[in-house]
Nanobody
């Protein structure tokens, strides 16, 4: 049974930081491209950042220079370090693991709220 369990969300003031974690089980983690997506109310889900099996990273323009994605294959965990948070970063953040179209899994999401 595949499970992706996110943690680390919460309420933070503008300019603050949060670190999201996603622990995976039931998959060969090292074979999967890992990604973080987010969905704000009334908006489509969008890619925030991704990291390949060889540690190449990709970021949405809106988070470049503020967010950092990393992975620890020994711990089957992917992280999203978020700095200089803005109110527009408020969303539910989802972890994704993809190997093929038939091996594409999602976590349950964690709420990030940036507000004073």
């Amino acid at each position: 049974q595949v499970q992706l369990v996110e943690s680390g969300g919460g309420l933070v003031q503008p300019g603050g930081s949060l670190r999201l974690s996603c622990a995976a089980s039931g998959i060969s983690f090292g074979l999967y491209v890992m990604g973080w997506f987010r969905q704000a109310p009334g908006k489509q889900r969008e890619l925030v950042a991704s990291i390949t099996t060889i540690y190449n990273t990709n970021y949405a323009d809106s988070v470049k220079g503020r967010f950092t994605i990393s992975r620890d294959d020994a711990k089957n965990t992917v992280y999203l370090e978020m700095n200089s948070l803005k109110p527009e970063d408020t969303a539910v953040y989802y972890c994704n693991a993809k190997f093929t179209d038939n091996h594409d899994y999602w976590g349950q999401g964690t709420q990030v709220t940036v507000s004073s």
